[in-house]
């Protein structure tokens, strides 16, 4: 490894700082509640590339196990969130309010 | 040889990153929630393993095969993730902006039958506060949504 590759590995997690930050930004300012969890979402993912990068950066490349345990909760953590905003609870067998939505043309509804 | 493949693995750390930079600036930018999961999703898959790969030409070979199997689980997972997540926003009516096809947000009942500019899209979770507040007159949401719109 040669000795400029520290420069590479800061400039790599300020862009991804930099790119939590706007996340943040949506995750605050979103109308939805979907724009939240969007943003949430590539929040944890730029997180798993965080811990990557950090790594790297101080010579301990041993800590990608954390980088993948987080992607797997981060992966379980948005459906399971996805899955409360519409059921109510994560066990329930009906949607939460199902007159609500609007109803679907034939061919869009799978 | 090991300065050729650091210079191959800061080219793909610079893609990386840029590509996480745009993604993060789209996700603030633009304008509609399925626009804005483009951005993510693209900048999930790009940006993700841009960076990883090139993590890559900086590590030992077990390092090497961790690195590969973050990106494939976030190839995987990202993917799934961000159509569940159209999916229920879909299902729940939240609005295009600006549809160059027919918007299918709207139910064929209200949907406005002139040919003409596409109705400001409000999304439903923002304007369901305020539906109670003026109260009487207006039960039909494109007909609201028409005049909030003078001229474009």
Redesign the interface.
């Known amino acids: 490894m040669p000795a400029w590759s520290h420069l590479v590995f800061w400039g790599a997690s300020i862009a991804i700082v930099v790119t939590m930050a706007l996340a943040l930004l949506r995750s605050i300012v979103g109308p939805t509640t979907y724009d939240r969890i969007l943003a949430l979402n590539s929040f944890g993912t730029k997180t798993v590339l965080l811990i990557a990068v950090a790594g790297f950066l101080t010579g301990r490349p041993e800590w990608l196990d954390l980088a993948i345990v987080y992607a797997l909760i981060n992966f379980i953590g948005t459906l399971a969130v996805l899955r409360f905003s519409k059921y109510g609870s994560l066990a329930a067998e009906a949607p939460l309010d199902e007159g609500e939505a609007p109803e679907r043309p034939p061919e869009a509804s799978t | 040889m090991?300065?050729v493949l650091?210079i191959i693995?800061?080219v793909f750390?610079?893609g990386?990153?840029?590509f996480?930079?745009v993604?993060?600036?789209g996700?603030?930018r633009l304008p509609d929630?399925y626009t804005?999961?483009h951005a993510?999703g693209m900048?999930?898959s790009a940006?993700?393993a841009g960076?990883?790969v090139?993590?890559c030409f900086?590590?030992?070979p077990l390092?090497v095969v961790?690195?590969l199997?973050?990106v494939a689980?976030?190839w995987l997972?990202?993917v799934?993730?961000?159509h569940?997540?159209v999916k229920?926003?879909y299902?729940?009516?939240?609005k295009l902006v600006n549809p160059r096809v027919r918007d299918?947000?709207?139910?064929?009942s209200?949907r406005p039958s002139a040919v003409g500019e596409a109705p400001v899209a409000i999304?439903?979770?923002?304007k369901v506060p305020t539906l109670d507040a003026p109260g009487d007159q207006d039960d039909d949401e494109s007909g609201e949504a028409d005049d909030e719109e003078p001229s474009r």
């Open positions: 090991s300065e650091a693995g800061t750390i610079a990386g990153a840029f996480s930079l993604g993060g600036l996700l603030v929630f804005r999961c993510a900048t999930d940006g993700a960076v990883l090139g993590l900086f590590a030992e390092v961790k690195l199997t973050v689980f976030i997972s990202s799934v993730s961000t569940a997540l229920a926003a299902a729940r009516g939240v299918w947000t709207v139910p064929p209200a999304p439903k979770a923002a």
